[in-house]
């Protein structure tokens, strides 16, 4: 359960739940803790790693923690290994396919490829993860390393035309290089699209050796001391590695940053496995569950349809908005993610899990 509902707390801000804090915190005022808060509901400028800026890496880091429960779901049904091979495959071509839909409605023109956003890098960094779920936790382990150490290489030692090889510079760096060569276009906020996906592959590969340590024999101590000091080591090199060589860029996804948004999902899965699973405290995180049981019908939802539900929405409250006078934005905000999770809860109720 601890899983679905990191997962919902995760997706929460995603859906609306961001929106409902920041109206709060306006309705609040402005003072150096509102300030504080405020800017981790933001993306970093560049450098730097912000809540917000750990919500895309934890989605992949749990892809990853679920995938051991799955296959061990599928291989108890019996099924064959081709046949999880082929299913494996299916999903991640309909996953890319849902960030093209996705992508393409948000932008209003066709996008087939658009890897800056969560979705496919989430299809390719799935389908790699799950040809590795049969091997080692050693290699699994240099898997991930190897990919890493060998993205921040490639970003230390290739040049592009123009730019000098080891250059960090928004619009002036390897991945975007590559992206105006081959897509012909870059994303106008900096964020990297075909090579700063590689490493994202890695996030999901940490995330498969925790489902793997999670589905073990091993106490829950131990459990908790392995997330516990793979999450503290994971946060503390990726500091050390961004204050010293390799600054921490998400729009990027740079090796340092890789590492330090893993150890966060680590400490944060952490901290709902001991208090849900380990405590037995779970009537707290059932909102945060209904999110998490169809975090993906929620997330293409909102894209797709979320703004043409807002707009029937505002029809029966904007008469209330106006009356709240300061509060109306909270209230607007509150009302929409309402209708959303309430769409949920409609589905959980009647057992509609949507998957791909």
Same mark, same amino acid.
Request: with cysteine.
């Given at each position: 359960?601890?899983l679905?509902?990191?997962?919902g707390?995760?997706?929460f801000?995603i859906?609306g739940g961001?929106?409902?804090?920041?109206?709060?915190?306006?309705?609040?005022?402005?003072?150096?803790?509102?300030?504080?808060?405020?800017q981790?509901l933001k993306?970093s400028?560049?450098q730097?790693c912000?809540?917000?800026?750990l919500?895309?890496?934890?989605?992949?880091?749990?892809?990853g923690?679920?995938?051991?429960?799955a296959?061990?779901?599928r291989v108890?049904?019996?099924q064959?290994? /081709?046949k999880?091979?082929?299913?494996a495959?299916?999903?991640?071509?309909?996953?890319?396919l849902?960030g093209?839909?996705?992508?393409?409605v948000?932008a209003k023109?066709?996008?087939?490829?658009?890897l800056?956003?969560?979705?496919q890098?989430i299809?390719?960094?799935?389908?790699v =993860?799950?040809l590795l779920?049969?091997?080692?936790v050693?290699?699994?382990?240099i898997a991930?390393? /190897?990919?890493?150490l060998?993205y921040w290489l490639?970003?230390?030692?290739?040049p592009?035309?123009g730019i000098e090889?080891?250059?960090?510079?928004?619009?002036s760096?390897?991945v975007?290089?590559?992206d105006?060569m081959i897509?012909?276009?870059?994303?106008?906020?900096?964020?990297?699209?075909?090579?700063?996906?590689?490493p994202?592959i890695?996030?999901?590969?940490?995330?498969?050796?925790?489902g793997?340590?999670l589905?073990?024999?091993?106490?829950?101590?131990?459990?908790?001391?392995v997330?516990?000091?793979a999450?503290t080591?994971?946060v503390?090199?990726?500091l050390g590695l961004h204050?010293?060589?390799?600054?921490s860029?998400?729009?990027?996804w740079? =090796?340092?940053?890789?590492?330090? =948004?893993a150890?966060?999902?680590?400490?944060?899965?952490?901290?709902?496995?001991?208090v849900?699973?380990?405590?037995?405290w779970?009537k707290?995180?059932f909102?945060?569950?209904?999110?998490?049981m169809?975090?993906?019908?929620?997330y293409?939802?909102?894209?797709?349809?979320?703004?043409?539900i807002s707009r029937?929405l505002?029809?029966f409250?904007?008469?209330?908005? /106006?009356?709240?006078g300061?509060?109306?934005?909270?209230?607007?905000?509150?009302?929409?993610?309402?209708v959303r999770?309430?769409i949920?809860f409609?589905?959980y109720?009647?057992?509609?899990?949507?998957?791909?």
């Open positions: 359960m601890s679905d509902v990191f997962r707390f995760i997706m801000w859906v961001a929106t409902v804090v920041n109206r709060l915190l306006e309705l609040i005022g402005d003072n150096s803790v509102t300030r504080l808060f405020a981790q993306h400028n560049w730097g912000t809540f917000e800026d919500i895309w890496p934890s989605f992949m880091f749990m892809v923690v679920s995938l051991p429960f296959f061990a779901k108890k049904l019996g064959s290994y /081709s999880m091979f082929f299913h495959a299916r999903r991640s071509v309909v996953l890319f849902l093209s839909v996705r992508e393409s948000s023109q066709p996008y087939l490829i658009e800056s956003s969560a979705l890098p299809a390719i960094a799935y389908f =993860s799950f779920l049969r091997k080692t050693k290699v699994q382990a991930a390393g /190897s990919i890493l060998g490639i970003l230390a030692l290739v592009a035309p090889a080891g250059t960090l510079i928004k619009d760096n390897l975007t290089a590559l105006k897509l012909g276009r870059s994303h106008p906020d900096g964020w990297g699209t075909l090579l700063c996906t590689v994202t890695s996030t999901t590969i940490f995330g498969v050796m925790i793997e340590l589905r073990s024999s091993r106490t829950s101590k131990n459990k908790m001391a997330l516990g000091i999450g080591g994971g503390i090199i990726g204050y010293s060589f390799l600054p860029i998400m729009k990027l740079t =090796s340092s940053y890789g590492i330090l =948004s150890g966060w999902a680590c400490l944060m899965l952490l901290f709902f496995y001991w849900i699973d380990v405590l037995g779970r707290w995180g909102g945060f569950m209904v999110i998490g169809n975090a993906i019908a929620i293409v939802g909102v894209s797709l349809f979320g703004s043409h029937m505002k029809i409250i904007d008469g209330a908005v /106006s009356m709240l300061s509060a109306g934005p909270l209230f607007e905000a509150a009302c929409i993610f309402g999770w309430l949920l409609w589905m109720r009647r057992k509609i899990f949507i998957k791909v």
